[in-house]
């Protein structure tokens, strides 16, 4: 994307392609060109000494991770690297289970903490961390700051104890280029921590047997990419009685800020100077089992830490930007045609607005398929058969609409999407009948607006779901989602001035999984998470790229409850002047 783009192009620009693995290395012409030639990331002059600041605290809202209180807990180093020169290059350690705290399979909770440090100038990076070609983790950088920047993040990834309870390959993959300009590395250190189970924190349920769908590569990204291969083969044990998928995916390129795609009747409307990304702002991430929709997801709205205006996120980082979420479906009425002893076709894909519902380059995406076994021993091949099937393989209703001033002046566009789908299925296990049921709802709405050649531009887009599974009337999985997202991009006086105003920006989720630790009243309900963000940003620089001064302000209300805990915080990050300082009230 060249530097004298729409706004919300140029915006990209700060972010550039670092969160693709699909450039080439060593780097062609025309990618070299791109990485040496945008609009710099945002930098300050360095404080010197005495008054040189500390390194920026940078950080993410979250809850605490609910652990055991008063029991065993083991923390151990796994790795502590420098990505650097890393594209293309993950680091791959051997794993092995903690003997300190009682026997892994038991282990009652299992976090993973990062705390990466940095110092440069460099765009943010996508990060993914896998244990046995099972993604767990799926992260991003903080932008560094000339005098340093340091965070730090959690992650509960006790529902992987039957991967981590075993000795494996860990697979930490960030993609980071090094040139003249761009000099920030990522100091890394990734911990393990398990605790072992108390009278009041008994061992949560979890699959018995956790599959991957990705590369299954011994020393590159576990991320498959699409458009490309997604399809793989999978054998499932005969006795499996339930079966649900985890699903990670993430724009990239051209498909990063998918939800500010123009629809691409209008894209010619547009100077070509714009380079605005087209097929339009609908997205839906599909699985497919020997060629049947089986699950779908509406994906999050992420914005990483240089999206916009990077000083949106100094200090506080954009929603989910360190752990991005992952989606889910429930598979299990399907399995009666899948515990043959036979491998069978499982099929991640993008479903997008270009022709065929084609999308751009590209999306990175994996999954891990969650087992439960039947427990009957010996063990009871599991039979049965689909009762009824609505999944069209794309919405029913999915309009577009727009209005293109005289001139091409402005051009607006609405976008919509609608669907209702259901799964029915009788399954036959070694502990008696199961009747399967799976349904949901999907909806989008999108609007944008463009001015001054695509310099300008307004974006606001809501996407909604809820699915849920009841096996014989009990329910098993349920996961209803709210994404909100406004979004203002003036980049008419770029590369002068330019500035960026959000909000409402939300992730709002109610899940309940069929595993996991049950809370103080002795049942599993469902986790909700609700957070809102709200922020501007404004940028001026002297004619010879030095920053003359700058401002941004974001705040962010966030809470969570489940598990018979509750949790509720609010935060403020503001930034002023020519040398950036930065500060935080936390409430």
């Given at each position: 994307?060249?530097?004298?783009?729409?706004?919300?192009?140029?915006?990209?620009?700060?972010?550039?392609?670092?969160?693709?693995?699909?450039?080439?290395?060593?780097?062609?012409?025309?990618?070299?060109?791109?990485?040496?030639?945008?609009?710099?990331?945002?930098?300050?002059?360095?404080?010197?000494?005495?008054?040189?600041?500390?390194?920026?605290?940078?950080?993410?809202?979250?809850h605490p991770p609910v652990v055991p209180r008063g029991g065993k807990s083991c923390t151990v180093e796994l790795l502590q690297y420098e990505f650097a020169r890393s594209w293309d290059l993950p680091k791959v350690i051997d794993y092995t289970p903690v003997t300190d705290c009682g026997p892994p399979n038991e282990w009652a909770a299992i976090i993973l903490g990062l705390e990466v440090t940095s110092s440069g100038v460099q765009f943010?990076?996508?990060?993914?961390?896998?244990?046995?070609?099972?993604?767990?983790?799926?992260?991003?950088?903080?932008?560094?700051?000339?005098?340093?920047?340091?965070?730090?993040?959690?992650?509960?990834?006790?529902?992987?104890?039957?991967?981590?309870?075993?000795?494996?390959?860990?697979?930490?993959?960030?993609?980071?280029?090094?040139?003249?300009?761009?000099?920030?590395?990522?100091?890394?250190?990734?911990?393990?921590?398990?605790?072992?189970?108390?009278?009041?924190?008994?061992?949560?349920?979890?699959?018995?047997?956790?599959?991957?769908?990705?590369?299954?590569?011994?020393?590159?990204?576990?991320?498959?990419?699409?458009?490309?291969?997604?399809?793989?083969?999978?054998?499932?044990?005969?006795?499996?009685?339930?079966?649900y998928i985890e699903i990670l995916a993430t724009g990239n390129g051209d498909e990063e800020f998918w939800y500010g795609n123009i629809p691409s009747h209008f894209a010619p409307y547009l100077p070509p100077s714009a380079e605005l990304p087209a097929r339009g702002p609908f997205r839906e991430i599909q699985l497919w089992i020997d060629g049947q929709l089986a699950t779908i997801i509406n994906p999050f709205p992420i914005l990483y830490?240089?999206?916009?205006?990077?000083?949106?996120?100094?200090?506080?980082?954009?929603?989910?930007?360190?752990?991005?979420?992952?989606?889910?479906?429930?598979?299990?009425?399907?399995?009666?045609?899948?515990?043959?002893?036979?491998?069978?076709?499982?099929?991640?894909?993008?479903?997008?607005?270009?022709?065929?519902?084609?999308?751009?380059?590209?999306?990175?995406?994996?999954?891990?398929?969650?087992?439960?076994?039947?427990?009957?021993?010996?063990?009871?091949?599991?039979?049965?058969?689909?009762?009824?099937?609505?999944?069209?393989?794309?919405?029913?209703?999915?309009?577009?609409?727009?209005?293109?001033?005289?001139?091409?002046?402005?051009?607006?566009?609405?976008?919509?999407?609608?669907?209702?789908?259901?799964?029915?299925?009788?399954?036959?296990?070694?502990?008696?009948?199961?009747?399967?049921?799976?349904?949901?709802?999907?909806?989008?709405?999108?609007?944008?607006?463009?001015?001054?050649?695509?310099?300008?531009?307004?974006?606001?887009?809501?996407?909604?779901?809820?699915?849920?599974?009841?096996?014989?009337?009990?329910?098993?999985?349920?996961?209803?989602?709210?994404?909100?997202?406004?979004?203002?991009?003036?980049?008419?006086?770029?590369?002068?001035?330019?500035?960026?105003?959000?909000?409402?920006?939300?992730?709002?989720?109610?899940?309940?999984?069929?595993?996991?630790?049950?809370?103080?009243?002795?049942?599993?309900?469902?986790?909700?998470?609700?957070?809102?963000?709200?922020?501007?940003?404004?940028?001026?620089?002297?004619?010879?790229?030095?920053?003359?001064?700058?401002?941004?302000?974001?705040?962010?209300?966030?809470?969570?409850?489940?598990?018979?805990?509750?949790?509720?915080?609010?935060?403020?990050?503001?930034?002023?002047?020519?040398?950036?300082?930065?500060?935080?009230?936390?409430?």
């Amino acid at each position: 994307m060249s530097p004298h783009l729409s706004a919300l192009g140029v915006s990209l620009l700060l972010l550039l392609l670092p969160l693709s693995s699909a450039l080439p290395s060593p780097l062609s012409p025309s990618v070299e060109r791109l990485i040496l030639q945008p609009p710099p990331a945002l930098s300050f002059p360095p404080f010197t000494d005495p008054t040189k600041q500390p390194p920026l605290q940078n950080y993410q809202l979250h809850h605490p991770p609910v652990v055991p209180r008063g029991g065993k807990s083991c923390t151990v180093e796994l790795l502590q690297y420098e990505f650097a020169r890393s594209w293309d290059l993950p680091k791959v350690i051997d794993y092995t289970p903690v003997t300190d705290c009682g026997p892994p399979n038991e282990w009652a909770a299992i976090i993973l903490g990062l705390e990466v440090t940095s110092s440069g100038v460099q765009f943010d990076r996508l990060g993914s961390i896998s244990l046995e070609h099972i993604e767990v983790w799926r992260t991003s950088t903080a932008e560094p700051t000339l005098d340093g920047i340091v965070w730090t993040a959690d992650k509960d990834v006790t529902r992987f104890r039957p991967v981590f309870a075993r000795p494996g390959k860990l697979t930490f993959d960030e993609n980071n280029l090094i040139t003249d300009h761009y000099t920030g590395r990522f100091n890394t250190t990734l911990r393990i921590t398990v605790y072992e189970p108390t009278d009041d924190s008994p061992s949560p349920a979890t699959a018995d047997v956790i599959l991957p769908l990705s590369t299954g590569s011994e020393d590159k990204s576990q991320m498959m990419r699409f458009p490309g291969e997604t399809r793989k083969k999978l054998k499932l044990p005969k006795n499996t009685a339930e079966a649900y998928i985890e699903i990670l995916a993430t724009g990239n390129g051209d498909e990063e800020f998918w939800y500010g795609n123009i629809p691409s009747h209008f894209a010619p409307y547009l100077p070509p100077s714009a380079e605005l990304p087209a097929r339009g702002p609908f997205r839906e991430i599909q699985l497919w089992i020997d060629g049947q929709l089986a699950t779908i997801i509406n994906p999050f709205p992420i914005l990483y830490t240089g999206g916009a205006n990077p000083l949106l996120w100094r200090p506080m980082a954009s929603l989910r930007a360190f752990d991005v979420p992952s989606g889910w479906g429930d598979l299990t009425a399907f399995l009666g045609g899948l515990t043959d002893d036979k491998e069978h076709a499982f099929e991640l894909r993008v479903l997008g607005q270009g022709k065929g519902g084609s999308v751009n380059e590209n999306w990175f995406l994996t999954a891990s398929l969650h087992l439960i076994l039947d427990s009957t021993d010996p063990p009871v091949r599991t039979t049965g058969r689909l009762t009824a099937y609505r999944f069209p393989p794309s919405p029913e209703e999915l309009a577009t609409t727009g209005l293109i001033s005289k001139g091409n002046k402005t051009i607006s566009t609405q976008v919509g999407s609608r669907r209702s789908w259901w799964v029915e299925g009788v399954l036959q296990t070694g502990a008696g009948e199961v009747r399967v049921r799976t349904e949901g709802r999907n909806w989008m709405s999108n609007s944008q607006f463009y001015a001054d050649g695509g310099m300008y531009e307004s974006i606001s887009h809501l996407s909604t779901s809820s699915a849920l599974s009841t096996h014989s009337g009990r329910r098993k999985l349920s996961d209803s989602t709210s994404y909100p997202l406004t979004l203002t991009t003036n980049y008419t006086s770029y590369p002068y001035q330019y500035s960026a105003r959000l909000g409402p920006y939300g992730y709002h989720r109610s899940l309940l999984l069929p595993f996991g630790a049950e809370g103080s009243s002795g049942r599993r309900g469902a986790e909700k998470t609700q957070s809102m963000q709200h922020g501007e940003a404004e940028v001026q620089k002297w004619k010879n790229g030095t920053v003359e001064w700058a401002r941004s302000g974001t705040t962010e209300e966030y809470s969570w409850e489940g598990r018979g805990e509750w949790w509720e915080e609010e935060a403020k990050g503001e930034c002023r002047a020519r040398r950036l300082r930065c500060r935080s009230d936390d409430g």
